[in-house]
């Protein structure tokens, strides 16, 4: 079975301030690494996801994550944050070969002006 | 596309009662999914179904049974409801590699 340590429960940001979440994980076999987010009152979304090849991801919202095998980590980062970034974020492995997820216990991020 | 939809959002039991979950998704997945969120752990699977007829059971099954009805449907059933199972519950489909989740179902037992 694989488990999912973050290493932060919260983490407050002066907005404009450069963000890392960090993420670590322990599988016996291959897996992929995901980010999700969740606003509040709302479902989890899909931030980014590594499956394999260049180790660094980047989501559409300026988010990169980068994975590092020696490691066993999946750090999320954002340079600069805004207030809507505020949200929970939970990094997910799956094993390749059932793609069932699990998830660490989520770092809340709180951006404040 | 409303993708993967719950019902209800909300919901108050008294212990011992009984409630079912639905979930329904349009996208064609074949691979769908239960978790249950509780503050400080995750999410944490109950139930999964690979496909079509077939159920197996996750991480934290006691308590709780599933149907998968259709491709499209995936039911949780509380037969008995206990206060440990005041928590949000969330469907999930997946695509080819990601989940993708549901608003869920805040669900409090007294």
């Known amino acids: 079975a694989q488990s999912v340590t973050q290493l932060d429960s919260q983490v407050p940001v002066f907005e404009e301030a450069p963000v890392e979440l960090r993420c670590n994980y322990s599988s016996s076999v291959s897996v992929y690494l995901f980010w999700y987010v969740q606003y509040p009152n709302q479902g989890l979304q899909l931030l980014l996801k590594?499956?394999?090849?260049?180790?660094l991801v980047e989501s559409i919202n300026g988010f990169e994550a980068e994975f590092n095998k020696s490691q066993t980590s999946f750090h999320l980062r954002k340079p600069s944050v805004h207030i809507s970034d505020t949200a929970e974020y939970f990094c997910a492995v799956s094993r390749r070969n059932d793609y069932k997820l699990s998830f660490g216990a989520g770092t809340t991020v709180t951006v404040r002006a | 596309n409303a993708g993967v939809t719950q019902t209800p959002k909300f919901q108050v039991l008294k212990t011992g009662q009984s409630m079912t979950l639905q979930c329904a998704q349009d996208m064609n997945h074949n691979s769908m999914y239960w978790y249950r969120q509780d503050p400080g752990m995750g999410l944490r699977l109950i139930y999964y179904s690979a496909s079509e007829g077939t159920t197996d059971k996750g991480e934290v099954p006691n308590g709780y049974n599933v149907s998968r009805l259709n491709k499209r449907e995936f039911s949780l059933r509380l037969e008995s409801a206990a206060p440990s199972q005041t928590s949000v519950y969330f469907c999930?489909?997946?695509?080819?590699?990601?989940?993708?989740f549901g608003p869920g179902t805040r669900l409090t037992v007294t």
């Open positions: 999930a489909s997946r695509g080819q590699y990601e989940q993708y």
């Open positions: 590594y499956l394999s090849g260049s180790t």
